[in-house]
């Protein structure tokens, strides 16, 4: 069974950082890009950020470009999402995925369960 496991979420400050952890079991992570996506209340679910299989791509949307930085550990089947300068409008629960490297949802086909990123002003 496929499991995605995301930790690492909390309330911050602004100008604060977190880094978000996806444990990742059940199938071979390393033939997988992983990404990042997140869904603020009231908002559709958007794309934050990917890498692929061998570390050698990735792209980051342009509203976190500069602030977040996308990770993955195939040895231990973990991906990461380090987040620095917080701002308010980051609050949202965030998801990692696994799938084919694109910034499109429908491209990932295994999801976490969220966790939630809340940054106060």
């Known amino acids: 069974q496929v499991q995605l496991v995301e930790s690492g979420g909390g309330l911050v400050q602004a100008g604060g950082s977190l880094r978000l952890s996806c444990a990742a079991s059940g199938l071979t992570f390393s033939r997988f890009a992983v990404a990042w996506f997140r869904q603020a209340p009231g908002k559709a679910r958007q794309f934050v950020a990917t890498?692929?299989?061998?570390?050698?791509?990735?792209f980051v949307d342009s509203s976190v470009k500069g602030r977040f930085t996308i990770l993955r550990d195939n040895a231990e089947s973990k991906g990461y999402l380090q987040m620095n300068s917080l701002i308010p409008e980051d609050t949202a629960v965030y998801y990692c995925?696994?799938?084919?490297?694109?910034?499109?949802?429908?491209?990932?086909?295994?999801w976490g369960q969220g966790t939630q990123v809340t940054v106060s002003s």
């Open positions: 890498i692929n299989w061998y570390n050698s791509l990735e």
């Open positions: 995925a696994l799938g084919t490297y694109s910034t499109r949802e429908r491209e990932y086909n295994y």
